[in-house]
């Protein structure tokens, strides 16, 4: 880099952050975000370019899977350093001709953002030089209804998502926000969750000497309770 050039520096949104504030042109008009989804969780998603495979599979998943992200008060959203016509172009392609895993004639309503000026991926930190510096990589931030980033995902250019995972996350972030508890590894609605650390020497013996009813402890520290599966859906799932 020569002396006198300046090199621009971008602070990625970490986990905890409000998300970065943006309008964009969309396949379904024009967005301000985040406010337009005030009061609803929202998957934000990044993928490298419209008329690849990888990301054709992935945005016919997604699209499969609109209906039951948004019963789990979700949104989708997605982006690509594309334009509008490219995007319509692509997902009409997808409709008409694209067959993949038994999905087909597969319509995406909800909508992609055209970011040709890179100015919503450079504030989300989506594109890595390690990667390509004219691509999003496959970012995935989850946000809450108050507009605060909960997740963080990055996938290289190669790596396809996982959504099963992606739906798992928003389960059980809206649970743990409900029930305040948090979910072991793997956790599936159902299945025992893990509740605050003792505060005190009292409370920690309380524990292991059985006086806290509902919880089973490995140990002081480790205590997991039941949390039967209609209980959580009945509360996170809207009607």
Same mark, same amino acid.
């Given at each position: 880099?020569?002396?006198?050039?300046?090199?621009?520096?971008? #602070?990625?949104?970490?986990?905890?952050?409000?998300?970065?504030? /943006?309008?964009? %042109?969309t =396949?379904?008009?024009? @967005?301000? +975000?985040?406010?337009?989804?005030?009061? #609803?969780?929202v998957?934000?998603?990044?993928?490298?370019?419209? /008329?690849?495979? %990888?990301? =054709?599979?992935?945005? @016919?998943? +997604?699209?499969?899977?609109?209906k039951?992200?948004?019963?789990?008060?979700?949104?989708?959203?997605g982006?690509?350093?594309?334009?509008?016509?490219?995007?319509?172009?692509?997902?009409?392609?997808?409709k008409?001709?694209?067959?993949?895993?038994?999905?087909?004639?597969?319509?995406?309503?909800?909508?992609?953002?055209?970011?040709?000026?890179?100015?919503?991926?450079?504030?989300?930190?989506?594109?890595?030089?390690?990667?390509?510096?004219?691509?999003?990589?496959?970012?995935?931030?989850?946000?809450?209804?108050?507009?605060?980033?909960?997740?963080?995902?990055?996938?290289?250019?190669?790596?396809?998502?996982?959504?099963?995972?992606?739906?798992?996350?928003?389960?059980?972030?809206?649970?743990a926000?409900?029930?305040?508890?948090?979910?072991?590894?793997?956790?599936?609605?159902?299945?025992?969750?893990?509740?605050?650390?003792?505060?005190?020497?009292?409370?920690?013996?309380?524990?292991?000497?059985?006086?806290?009813?509902?919880?089973?402890?490995?140990?002081?520290?480790?205590?997991?309770?039941?949390l039967?599966?209609?209980?959580?859906?009945?509360?996170?799932?809207?009607?």
């Amino acid at each position: 880099m020569e002396p006198n050039q300046e090199q621009e520096v971008i #602070s990625m949104p970490r986990i905890g952050d409000k998300a970065p504030e /943006f309008k964009a %042109v969309t =396949t379904q008009g024009e @967005m301000n +975000f985040p406010a337009d989804y005030k009061g #609803s969780w929202v998957i934000l998603f990044s993928h490298p370019a419209d /008329f690849t495979p %990888v990301c =054709t599979s992935e945005f @016919m998943t +997604f699209a499969t899977l609109e209906k039951k992200f948004n019963e789990a008060g979700c949104q989708l959203v997605g982006l690509s350093i594309d334009g509008l016509y490219s995007h319509i172009a692509w997902l009409r392609t997808i409709k008409e001709k694209i067959e993949y895993k038994g999905m087909k004639d597969v319509e995406v309503t909800f909508p992609l953002i055209e970011d040709i000026t890179m100015n919503v991926a450079k504030k989300y930190g989506m594109v890595m030089p390690g990667e390509s510096s004219t691509k999003a990589v496959r970012a995935v931030f989850v946000i809450d209804p108050k507009g605060i980033i909960r997740t963080i995902i990055y996938y290289p250019l190669s790596l396809g998502r996982n959504f099963d995972e992606l739906y798992r996350v928003v389960l059980a972030l809206k649970t743990a926000d409900e029930f305040n508890i948090a979910t072991p590894a793997d956790w599936r609605p159902g299945d025992d969750v893990i509740i605050s650390p003792a505060g005190s020497c009292g409370s920690a013996k309380d524990r292991m000497d059985g006086k806290e009813e509902g919880l089973e402890c490995k140990d002081w520290f480790f205590c997991t309770k039941k949390l039967d599966k209609d209980t959580v859906m009945k509360k996170i799932l809207t009607k």
